[in-house]
Nanobody, 123 residues
C-alpha cells in the first residue's frame, strides 16, 4: 500500500500564492507517477498536473500552465505544487494521487489518493 498525505491548503486572496505538499510512504516510489487533481463543489474531479518520480517529466492542464509548478524531493518522498497568481476559479479540494508507470490525466486511472486539502481563493 501507498499512503499519501497532503498539506498546505488554506485561504488566500486572488493573486496570491500557496504551496501544497504531498508526502508519500509505504512503498518504493521510483516507478510511480504522481498527480494533482482538484474538485470544486458540484463539479467533476479534474486533472491539474502530473510528474514522474524518475525523470521528472511533467504535464500541466492548460488552465494552470504558467501559474502552477510541480516539483519533487526524492529524498523526502514528497511532491510539491507551487500555485501562484491564484484565481477564484482555482478554489477546490486538491488531491494528490499515484499510479504506476505511464503519465495519465484521468483520475480513474490512479490507484492511490490522499485525503485532500482545501484551497479557497477569495476575490
Amino acid at each position: 500500500q501507498l499512503q499519501l498525505v497532503e498539506s498546505g491548503g488554506g485561504l488566500v486572496q486572488a493573486g496570491g500564492s500557496l504551496r501544497l505538499s504531498c508526502a508519500a510512504s509505504g512503498r518504493a516510489f521510483s516507478n510511480y507517477v504522481m498527480g494533482w487533481f482538484r474538485q470544486a463543489p458540484g463539479k467533476e474531479r479534474e486533472f491539474v498536473v502530473v510528474i514522474t518520480w524518475g525523470a521528472g517529466s511533467t504535464y500541466y492542464a492548460d488552465s494552470v500552465k504558467g501559474r502552477f509548478t510541480i516539483s519533487r524531493d526524492n529524498a523526502k518522498n514528497t511532491v510539491y505544487l507551487q500555485m501562484n497568481s491564484l484565481k477564484p476559479e482555482d478554489t477546490a479540494v486538491y488531491y494528490c494521487a499515484a499510479r504506476l508507470r505511464a503519465i495519465s490525466t484521468y483520475h480513474s486511472e490512479y490507484d492511490y489518493w490522499g485525503q485532500g486539502t482545501q484551497v479557497t481563493v477569495s476575490s
